[in-house]
């Protein structure tokens, strides 16, 4: 069973404490990856897997890392961890690698990360920590999926490159929205799910 705090580290980054709806972080490669299903479900994945495993390894080393050089390592970890979810993706989702690009490579950089390192990693038990990374980095993941979902069904008439709308559709007049698959409609996008998700949750217009 898990603790009330648990739980809230867990569940809370879903919805309530999101890091990309309200604390705003991952913003660049939500409106990077989006434009497909499938690279956003890969690179969403693929954060999950280094700030929850980054969160553990930095909760062990807490009480060891001298306060100078913290950010250093901790960089030195994540590093560490999306070279080898590069190799990964490498050796088995190639196309998709070739699809993110350099987009991988630039975790290292993503707020959420560092963020999460800063404030809870290093104060946290390895347990908590963990679940924090999870949480976080599928609250991240949700966001990557609902916007990469409607910019390829609406941009492309896709989803994960199966065609999903009927060619009767297209038959009688029906166009693919051309500008869903441009940065400027994947910003447009989330600033909708962020005006939908503060219009359901009224507390968090105060903050």
Request: with cysteine.
């Amino acid at each position: 069973m898990l603790s009330k705090r648990n739980k809230e580290a867990l569940f809370n980054p879903l919805s309530k404490d999101n890091p990309v709806l309200v604390q705003i972080l991952g913003i660049c490669s939500t409106l990077a990856v989006t434009a497909k299903l499938e690279p956003a479900i890969v690179m969403g994945i693929s954060v999950i897997a280094v700030l929850a495993i980054s969160n553990v390894v930095i909760s062990l080393l807490r009480k060891t890392i001298p306060t100078s050089i913290r950010i250093i390592v901790q960089l030195v970890v994540v590093a560490a961890l999306v070279i080898i979810v590069q190799q990964v993706l490498r050796a088995y989702a190639y196309d998709v690698s070739l699809q993110l690009s350099v987009f991988i490579g630039l975790i290292i950089t993503n707020c959420i990360l560092m963020g999460r390192l800063e404030a809870f990693a290093l104060s946290n038990k390895p347990w908590p920590a963990f679940l924090d990374g999870i949480g976080n980095g599928l609250g991240y993941m949700i966001i990557l999926v609902i916007v990469a979902f409607f910019r390829e069904l609406l941009g492309s008439g896709t989803l994960l490159n199966y065609h999903v709308i009927p060619q009767w559709c297209y038959d009688h007049g029906y166009m693919d929205n051309g500008l869903m698959i441009l940065p400027p409609m994947a910003l447009i996008t989330v600033g909708c799910i962020v005006w939908v998700h503060r219009s359901r949750n009224k507390d968090l217009q105060e903050k």
